[in-house]
């Protein structure tokens, strides 16, 4: 064996071979895999085999296609058989709503090429001729989806790997895993130790404890999932013969079952809602190649929809009961990518559908590892997604939720209940006492609006207009014409000071870090020039705050997305990592947890501190016309345009409360976000309540802010900004300074400016009726798709239904027709105009004065 390696991949089920391989395919050929026993020995040798592409989240759709391409190659390559069959796959509805879901899963998939197809119910039973017709009211036919031989895949991977130069330690455990001075890791195993720079987390069932070995609590837990296989049935030969053997797939989301032709018989599996977690605590090491007992008892709801949907199923005697585990993530995607403040750790577990998202996985693993780029869209999947708030008991609660709804719809406007309430801020109950209607973020309740009191707090879920709508409306109202408030806890806010804080910040951001008691809008990109933050940072000036003073003259508070608080928290400790080792700085960040990380990361010699601040920074927001002087009432420092402007912060004493008060607001109007400890939130709170109820002041939640951003055309993270994208592509011109000096990302983005943008970030007004575009819907321009939508609504103040999203370069500029363009919302092509300023306020003078 031997003793160094670039990589070591723990792992050797389908997961962790598709790691490997791609590895090698990267050019990285200094790489080995560990595996336990044999390879696919956990949970991968009793998959059913089943792949999709079609998924809710359009980037795990096309992780999804490239795993199923894959497939016809790996076979040439390896010269190892995959069983691929690619027998079609029947998506039956049964109810208008999950035809509007199918309806936008196939809208969704014709920007990525995907070639579905909606049918009619009898088109459907001429593809399963065994279903009944009357349970269903249509159907989506995916040509593309199929079954592989798990086993078969997992070997092609590893023999195609093996070619290629990587060496696979089977009956090898790796049972320590230790973190050397040099940014070395040890693997120990029984055979020996290996050193090496990287190494990947593969191990399915034992990802939990792979991770434990480094300190990690994976928010991962195994299922228990069951499948049956029926005697033959020589009623089902002819639709055999005429399908080449193989029959055609089908998904019964009524039913909650999916069935597919095997050894003669069928196959029929479920997601039941009484659904058993396995292994809670601890895998155990000696579980082998097993089964569990099964339960048909506990699926029997799901056999008496077969029973009924397909009758067939009835009399069949049943053959074989399988009844293995395998795992998910919190949220049922798969957890990728490198652990923040754990240099070359990396994971690749959680997949819960390994037959169709390996290989996609595999792809991403390998780029992000020799680029440092993931090279497509994996915000979904990535690991950071996750924070501290995923304790065991949280991911088990999740996980049951997701397992046992993962036939039902997802609405968009849906918030599911279980783990919650979690976190929640110092006027979480003076908000529910005024009727919020309650979302969650990063483990945080916060209000999504709020309903008129006497009325049950309750959003109804629905692909069209909700029940918010009408009071949105006057949310966004009251604040356009007056003033609202607003509670803003759930944005990220990392801190940063020492007298080495500025040149980090300049290093890491792609504006001018600006001067004390001023802010600064700034993307942040990486090594490639593509976008992964956009942030407002605030220059506080220490030299008045003896508790500051101590680290250096200035205090940076860097305000972002909330959702990516992990995710942007990784970057910064890598980049301080990266900052000491290059002498730029010496800031010392130390091996820390993963998910549970040291929170503070201090500098050897004092220079950068970083600490990201969570819910211990309380925010609270008001805007609009009146709210100059609900805060002048509250203080004796002149807040005149002139003396306190948009983009100005300072320290204010707001009622025995010390306030950072910051002059900017997400609604394009003009506003105030004041930061606070939390233990003074609740003060504040009722002292802004108090000055702003001779205004009419309102509160407001996220519904009517999306709203309004929309009206002034304002992207967010996580739909508009994105790594996929550059800053010009996301119109983020003004804010990237090529001439500051040098960045991170600076010379990729001075290319891509060279080469000029492909397309660009476009706002669109559409012709809609009664439903409005969510995100991910294609734009069609001349009867063909040229680009999609980040994210939609109705923008309530404009009276108009907007979108977000990216066009062809050649179809985003002014001096290009403007009309033409269609958008498709719920299947329906709806006329689109793209506006090539915003709706309200297009000079910014409500933001500026
Ligand atoms: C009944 C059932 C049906 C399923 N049907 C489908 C389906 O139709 N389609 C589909 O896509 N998916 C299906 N799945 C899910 C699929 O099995 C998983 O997505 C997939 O197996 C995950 O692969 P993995 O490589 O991540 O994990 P695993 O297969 O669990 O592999 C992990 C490997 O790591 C090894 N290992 C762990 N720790 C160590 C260590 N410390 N040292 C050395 N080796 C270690 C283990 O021995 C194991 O071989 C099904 C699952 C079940 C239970």
Excluded at 315 to 332: E, L
Excluded at 726 to 733: G, S, V
Aim: net charge negative; charged share 20%; proline share 5%.
């Amino acid at each position: 064996m031997k003793s160094t390696a670039q990589v070591v991949v723990i792992g050797g089920g389908v997961v962790g071979a598709s790691v490997l391989y791609h590895l090698t395919q990267a050019g990285w050929t200094d790489v080995v895999l560990l595996e336990r026993r044999e390879l696919t020995a956990g949970s991968t040798w009793h998959a059913a085999g089943g792949m999709h592409t079609i998924n809710g989240d359009p980037n795990v759709a096309a992780l999804q296609r490239y795993t199923v391409q894959l497939y016809e190659e790996l076979e040439k390559s390896s010269g190892v058989s995959c069983g691929v069959h690619l027998t079609g796959e029947v998506m039956l509805a049964d109810s208008e709503d999950r035809m509007d879901w199918l309806r936008m899963v196939h809208a969704r998939g014709r920007y990525l090429g995907m070639d579905t197809e909606l049918i009619s119910v009898s088109e459907a039973a001429q593809k399963i001729p065994f279903l009944v017709e009357e349970h269903f009211v249509g159907a989506l036919w995916d040509p593309v989806g199929g079954h592989v031989d798990p086993s078969g895949v997992t070997h092609a991977y590893a023999a195609a790997a093996r070619m290629a130069g990587a060496e696979i330690y089977r009956n090898t455990w790796a049972y320590d895993i230790v973190a050397n001075s040099d940014d070395t890791w040890d693997v120990v195993t029984e055979e020996g130790t290996i050193t090496c720079e990287h190494f990947v987390n593969c191990g399915g069932l034992w990802a939990r404890e792979v991770g434990r070995m480094c300190g990690l609590e994976l928010p991962i837990l195994a299922m228990e999932h069951q499948y049956l296989v029926t005697e033959q049935l020589p009623e089902i030969a002819p639709w055999l013969e005429a399908t080449g053997g193989y029959g055609v797939g089908a998904i019964d989301f009524g039913g909650e079952i999916y069935t597919r032709a095997e050894a003669g018989g069928l196959l029929l599996g479920t997601y039941e809602k009484a659904c058993v977690p396995w292994s809670t605590t601890e895998t155990p090491w000696d579980f082998g190649s097993q089964l569990l007992t099964p339960d048909l008892e506990r699926i029997a709801p799901s056999l008496a929809a077969a029973f009924e949907h397909f009758p067939i199923f009835a009399d069949a005697g049943i053959r074989n009961v399988v009844n293995g585990p395998f795992t998910f993530a919190p949220d049922g995607n798969p957890l990728i990518g490198p652990i923040r403040g754990q240099r070359g750790h990396w994971v690749a577990c959680g997949v819960m559908a390994g037959l169709s998202q390996g290989g996609g996985v595999g792809l991403a693993m390998a780029n992000w590892m020799t680029t440092g780029d993931p090279g497509f869209d994996v915000w979904g999947m990535d690991v950071a997604r996750f924070g501290d708030w995923t304790t065991p008991s949280y991911t088990k609660a999740k996980v049951m939720e997701n397992y046992s709804r993962r036939f039902s719809i997802s609405f968009p406007n849906e918030e599911l209940p279980a783990g919650r309430p979690l976190h929640t801020s110092a006027i979480h109950d003076d908000l529910d006492s005024a009727n919020a209607v309650w979302g969650s973020s990063y483990g945080l309740e916060y209000p999504l609006w709020f309903q008129r009191l006497g009325a049950e707090p309750v959003e109804e879920v629905t692909f069209h207009r909700s029940n918010a709508f009408d009071v949105v409306a006057d949310e966004v109202h009251a604040t356009r014409t007056g003033v609202g408030l607003m509670e803003t806890t759930g944005f990220a806010k990392h801190e940063f000071t020492g007298p080495g804080a500025r040149v980090f910040l300049e290093r890491v951001m792609a504006n001018h870090i600006p001067e004390s008691g001023r802010m600064a809008l700034t993307p942040m990109l990486n090594h490639q020039g593509m976008l992964i933050g956009d942030f407002t940072v605030a220059t506080i000036s220490t030299a008045t705050d003896a508790t500051d003073a101590a680290d250096g003259p200035e205090r940076f508070v860097v305000f972002g997305s909330g959702a990516a608080e992990g995710y942007h928290e990784r970057w910064f400790r890598s980049q301080l990592r990266v900052a000491r080792s290059t002498g730029v700085e010496s800031p010392s960040e130390g091996r820390s947890s993963g998910l549970e990380s040291a929170r503070e990361d201090r500098s050897a010699g004092g220079r950068v501190s970083y600490r990201p601040l969570s819910h211990e920074m309380a925010g609270l927001s008001i805007s609009g016309p009146a709210a100059r002087d609900v805060l002048a009432s509250l203080t004796t420092v002149d807040v005149s345009n002139d003396s306190f402007r948009f983009l100005d912060v300072r320290r204010m004493d707001l009622g025995m409360v010390p306030a950072l008060v910051a002059r900017i607001s997400f609604t394009g109007d003009l506003g105030y976000e004041f930061w606070v400890p939390a233990s003074l939130q609740q003060r504040l709170f009722r002292l802004l309540t108090e000055a702003g109820e001779p205004h009419g002041m309102r509160l407001f939640g996220l519904r009517a802010l999306d709203s309004m951003r929309l009206d002034k055309g304002f992207g967010a993270w996580a739909s508009e900004y994105r790594s996929v994208y550059t800053p010009w592509e996301a119109r983020m011109d003004r804010f990237v300074k090529l001439d500051k000096g040098d960045f991170i990302g600076r010379e990729a983005a001075a290319a891509s400016l060279a080469a000029g943008p492909e397309r660009r970030l476009c706002l669109l007004r559409i012709d809609v009726d009664g439903a409005d575009a969510l995100g991910d819907e294609p734009i069609w321009h001349d009867g063909e798709v040229v680009g999609w939508v980040t994210s939609g609504g109705y923008a309530h103040w404009s009276e108009a239904s907007c979108a977000l999203g990216y066009l062809p370069s050649t179809l985003a500029d002014a001096a290009t027709r403007s009309g033409g363009f269609e958008v498709e919302v719920l299947g329906v092509r709806r006329a689109a105009t793209r506006l090539d300023e915003p709706l309200f306020d297009p000079s910014g003078a409500r933001l500026r004065s």
